[in-house]
């Protein structure tokens, strides 16, 4: 069976600061995809990036940043001088290649103060 | 842009209650999916479909059951509601399998009093 585990459940950070967002993850496939999604205050998730188990390739996108770490079954999301905008609920999932169903961490709050 | 519509953003129902969940996907994809939120629980799958009239159980599909006629809409129906089934209701629509990413409405949170 797959899981996802994200053991923050809320971090609080001052704007300027910068914020790791772990996620670790289990499952017996070797192919799989891997996703981060965002959920602000309004209520729908927001896709923000999708990685393969063959891509161990740091990603970078503007603030936000990507350290899939197969070794240790990880999936990090770093925000470099976090906004107030950030603030949102954060949510790591997996899905293996032949499949549908999406197994969803139980997400991390992120709460951005000015 | 792919569209996910879910009919309510807020639902207030009573305990006994048929209740209907709507969702339309403007994107002609094949998968739509139904997942319950609840607070350090993440998303939990409800239910979802891989086409018209096919349907799967998902992890938590006890209390629930679904209904796909057109490819664009899923519905999901709780057949006598009771208030463990107060919760946020999120829709997703998905193309083909595996690498896609799923696409979400803005949720439905109903409350079962």
């Known amino acids: 069976a797959q899981k996802v585990t994200q053991a923050q459940t809320e971090i609080s950070v001052v704007e300027k600061e910068d914020v790791t967002l772990d996620c670790v993850y289990e499952?017996?496939?070797?192919?799989?995809?891997l996703f981060w999604y965002k959920q602000p205050p309004s209520g729908e998730l927001v896709f923000l990036i999708r990685?393969?188990?063959?891509?161990?390739q740091n990603e970078i996108s503007g603030r936000y940043s990507w350290n899939f770490q197969k070794s240790t079954s990880s999936f990090n999301f770093t925000i470099t001088a976090s906004q107030v905008v950030d603030s949102a609920v954060y949510f790591c999932a997996l899905v293996d290649n032949a499949g549908n169903m999406l197994t969803f961490g139980g997400g991390t709050r992120l709460m951005v103060k000015p | 842009d792919v569209k996910v519509t879910q009919s309510s953003r807020y639902l207030v129902k009573r305990t006994g209650e048929k209740v209907f969940l709507e969702c339309v996907q403007d994107?002609?994809?094949?998968?739509m999916f139904w997942y319950r939120q609840d607070p350090g629980l993440g998303l939990r799958l409800i239910y979802f479909?891989?086409?018209?009239?096919?349907?799967e159980k998902g992890d938590i599909p006890e209390g629930y059951s679904v209904s796909r006629e057109k490819k664009e809409r899923f519905s999901l129906i709780l057949e006598s509601a009771s208030t463990n089934q107060t919760s946020m209701y999120l829709c997703?629509?998905?193309?083909?399998?595996?690498?896609?990413?799923?696409?979400f409405g803005d949720g439905t949170r109903l409350s079962i009093l």
């Open positions: 997703a629509s998905k193309l083909g399998q595996g690498r896609q990413p799923q696409h």
């Open positions: 990685r393969n188990s063959f891509d161990e």
């Open positions: 479909s891989y086409d018209v009239k096919m349907k």
């Open positions: 994107m002609d994809h094949e998968n």
């Open positions: 499952t017996r496939d070797t192919t799989y995809y």
